[in-house]
């Protein structure tokens, strides 16, 4: 009996492709090891969304055909496609799997002159695999595939295609399936959330069919993309009970010029005012909670003077981000930014992050105060390493859960009442189990 083991780098979307990889896998027998180094398949499922990521792998790889030289190697996700890392470790890999292609998997493991073929080129086809969920109470649904955007940094419309969706039919059964199940929170996922269209559904139409939906959980969706935050999806997010007080959606720059350059089509301004009409929108319908607004934002991108770096700070001191994932600019190979030169220093990248690294600290402490001697509803994640459970708020905030009972509360609702908040997380005493 073959086995396997998959081994995930990189965002949601990468996670929930590797569940279904998982999925397809046990459906044909095959049994999953957790030692790497005993597993007759090994699948990486791969991100190059920066040169840290891709190095990873390519140190992975390297280990793997070193101490287990006869695992058939298979790389999937987004370096998949990408002819310079075919080129660079062609030797140490058995298969190259893009991801539309997964239901082809074993077939190509038995017959390596299988090559590529339009039978496995539709990405919804490979959505509609029921994914094997490593959690028993919080579960991703990819609502779609593709980029149609082609920012000039990004890799992921040459990785993954154009935008493919699935129909609302399809995402509303499987999410009714998991609450059937039990499951208390779903994140609808796909590289542009909020472009989501399937015929007449549009995404803020498909949050409310699944808001309908009977039962007792949370709704997430990650990632939106700026220029398609509509009236309707704000006016959604205040309304609609089940859905989580939280939006993600990436800022990138607070330069105008950088934007462009980096072809968002956006500006400053109109990110800021979606901000205000978010924060709008929540306060009238749910006005005993605040929103929580997080982002990206990319330092030292070809060309950003530290003048311009000054827009993004300001943007930052302005909004006063819950949490804001800071990345320092890696050319990618590929795209139009590898184009440009790169220009900014590491030291001075660095520096960069580390600036926007102070002001999120005093935004999101300053955020966090709102919850002190509040009770808030947290879903429990874990245990830390100090054996004390943790979770999150509907908002996202991570909580320490203290003088918690002895019974397992892993996949539970609990009531905490917050008497500590730090920049990034809250701390609190358990008041109630409610499920």
């Not at 992050?353 to 994640?381: G, P, R």
């Not at 905030?397 to 918690?404: C, H, S, T, W």
Request: glycine letters at 4%; a positive charge.
């Amino acid at each position: 009996m073959l086995t396997y083991q998959i081994i995930t780098f990189g965002c949601q979307m990468n996670h929930s492709d590797s569940e279904r990889l998982a999925a397809y896998l046990e459906k044909n027998n095959l049994v999953k090891v957790d030692d790497k180094f005993k597993a007759d398949i090994l699948i990486i499922t791969t991100c190059g969304i920066r040169q840290s990521a891709e190095d990873r792998v390519y140190s992975l790889v390297h280990q793997i055909k070193k101490k287990h030289p006869q695992a058939i190697v298979v790389i999937t996700g987004c370096l998949s496609e990408r002819k310079d890392v075919r080129s660079r470790i062609k030797d140490k890999v058995d298969l190259w799997l893009p991801i539309i292609e997964m239901t082809s998997l074993l077939e190509r493991i038995e017959n390596p002159t299988i090559t590529e073929t339009n039978k496995y080129l539709d990405s919804k086809e490979y959505l509609s695999v029921l994914p094997k969920h490593e959690s028993s109470f919080r579960a991703y649904v990819p609502i779609g595939n593709g980029c149609n955007n082609f920012c000039s940094y990004c890799v992921v419309p040459y990785a993954r295609g154009r935008e493919k969706y699935r129909s609302a039919s399809q995402i509303v059964s499987e999410v009714k399936q998991l609450i059937k199940k039990g499951y208390k929170e779903v994140t609808l996922i796909a590289q542009n959330v909020n472009s989501y269209h399937s015929g007449p559904v549009d995404f803020t139409e498909l949050l409310t069919k699944i808001n309908a939906i009977p039962g007792d959980f949370w709704i997430r969706f990650v990632s939106s993309h700026p220029k398609d935050i509509s009236s309707k999806l704000i006016n959604a997010l205040g309304k609609l009970p089940k859905v989580c007080e939280h939006v993600h959606f990436a800022l990138q720059s607070g330069d105008d010029e950088i934007l462009r350059q980096m072809n968002r089509r956006y500006t400053a301004q109109h990110f800021h005012d979606l901000v205000q009409k978010i924060r709008t929108a929540v306060k009238k319908y749910k006005p005993e909670w605040p929103v929580a607004i997080t982002t990206d934002v990319i330092v030292g991108f070809p060309g950003e003077t530290k003048k311009q770096f000054l827009e993004t700070a300001k943007v930052f001191r302005s909004v006063k981000f819950d949490m804001a994932y800071i990345s320092q600019y890696s050319p990618r190979y590929g795209t139009v930014s590898y184009q440009m030169t790169d220009d900014v220093t590491r030291l001075e990248k660095k520096r960069r992050e580390n600036v926007l690294a102070k002001i999120l600290s005093q935004t999101a402490s300053f955020n966090n105060k709102y919850y002190l001697k509040k009770t808030v509803a947290v879903l429990v994640d874990g245990k830390n390493r100090q054996g004390e459970w943790y979770g999150k708020t509907r908002t996202y905030k991570l909580v320490r859960i203290m003088g918690a009972p002895a019974n397992n509360l892993l996949g539970s609702f609990v009531l905490v009442k917050i008497n500590k908040v730090r920049d990034l997380a809250l701390e609190g005493k358990i008041i109630a189990q409610y499920e």
